[in-house]
């Protein structure tokens, strides 16, 4: 059986319930491939509907009457909600009174399909649903419009983020989607950040003699700050003052970050002590405000670009330089990155050439130091890689000694 979570909504919507129970479906995928599929998940509702066309893009709209403060300003007629999803991409919007687009993806975009869904079930048999234009009751308008609020609080106002991108050097792209950063990173809208090239992810499994498939697409670097909820900060590339909520201010926070590792994450070109001292010195005479919280940064997970190895700890854990004394020449020299298990293999894979090298190799003993090299062979046994690794690094160097 396969994973119904790694196909597209698409295919889910496609596919054929061939048996059920009372909590689960069997459903066969497009590909023909089948699984089971609990009833109350979000799979499991998706694989369960039979109405909705998965080729036609649906558009719908209704009168939302929640009391807040909207409805106070508009008063009793309510605000009027519009959205429309196309399936193949899996995107959609959602707008308020013909203003305010907010893009739907994800769980977001599940909720809106439930919606429309409901529009089929209640209609009767003699009425058709024309899924070009969904009329919305007021109950599915309102929870349409809290989806639409919660978009709006996750998400950054992009017309006053934007005007902060002059101050940011490693800013090679904005886009709808959010920020690039050095053609590697995507920060997005909602203050998250993924790798520009999509590539598979994996993660040491529990028995921890391997790896596995990740599920989802992960951020590439999980970051935590301690931001305030509302801030004042000025715009250094053009003297501007705005008041930036705590979203804003970790998007910010993140980009500066992302847009200069080595000075917040320098790792690897400082031993822990130094880099915490210089960091404190620094943070104590900072000005910036966003500087300031992205000092304050504490890395929870991320994902090497090159291999899709998902890290559930900080960047410091094993570094070459730190944890074996490694010297920067070697580090450059290495195909994969010192931050990741497979930098730590192709150092294993080269212990032959590196200890007959006619530079130093450690900082601090012999390049033919064998309880150094037993260390970082007993280490790397530890330490496993996706399959794509041992493939490259065999190319490159044929069969491990």
Not at 229 to 235: H, K, L
Not at 261 to 267: N, Q
Request: one cysteine or more; glycine letters at 6%.
């Amino acid at each position: 059986m396969t994973d119904p979570s790694d196909y597209s909504i698409q295919s889910k919507l496609r596919a054929e319930v061939i048996d059920k129970t009372p909590v689960t479906y069997l459903a066969r995928f497009p590909d023909g491939q089948t699984a089971s599929v609990s009833k109350t998940s979000t799979d499991g509702m998706l694989v369960g509907i039979d109405d909705i066309d998965p080729f036609v893009p649906i558009h719908g709209s209704g009168l939302a009457l929640l009391e807040d403060e909207y409805i106070d300003k508009y008063g009793a007629t309510g605000l009027e909600l519009s959205f429309e999803v196309d399936l193949s991409d899996e995107s959609g919007t959602i707008s308020v009174d013909d203003t305010n687009d907010v893009p739907i993806t994800g769980s977001n975009l599940a909720t809106v399909i439930r919606i429309v869904n409901e529009v089929f079930e209640a209609a009767d048999e003699e009425d058709e649903v024309n899924q070009r234009r969904i009329d919305l009751t007021r109950d599915q308008a309102d929870r349409l419009y809290r989806t639409y609020k919660r978009i709006l609080e996750s998400r950054v106002r992009e017309e006053v983020i934007n005007d902060f991108s002059d101050r940011f050097y490693g800013v090679t792209e904005v886009t709808d989607e959010g920020w690039v950063i050095q053609d590697t990173y995507l920060v997005t809208y909602e203050a998250e950040n993924y790798l520009v090239d999509e590539k598979e992810t994996f993660e040491v499994n529990n028995n921890r003699n391997g790896v596995t498939r990740t599920d989802g697409v992960p951020q590439a670097v999980k970051m935590l700050f301690d931001a305030p909820p509302m801030a004042v900060v000025e715009n250094s590339a053009n003297g501007s003052e705005y008041t930036l909520s705590e979203n804003e201010l970790e998007f910010l926070a993140m980009v500066q970050v992302l847009t200069h590792p080595g000075e917040y994450l320098g790792v690897e070109s400082f031993e822990e002590e130094v880099y915490n001292a210089i960091t404190r010195a620094v943070h104590d005479t900072e000005t910036d405000q966003i500087a300031k919280i992205a000092r304050d940064v504490s890395i929870k997970h991320y994902v090497d670009p090159e291999t899709g190895l998902l890290h559930h700890h900080s960047l410091d854990k094993h570094v070459l330089t730190s944890s074996f004394k490694v010297r920067p020449w070697v580090i450059r020299d290495l195909e994969f990155s010192s931050f990741d298990h497979a930098g730590l293999a192709e150092l294993a894979w080269r212990e032959q050439e590196l200890r007959n090298a006619d530079r130093d190799v450690f900082y601090d003993t012999d390049n033919d130091d064998g309880e150094r090299w037993g260390r970082i062979q007993s280490i790397e046994g530890d330490a496993p890689c996706p399959s794509h690794v041992y493939q490259t690094l065999t190319a490159k160097y044929g069969p491990q000694r």
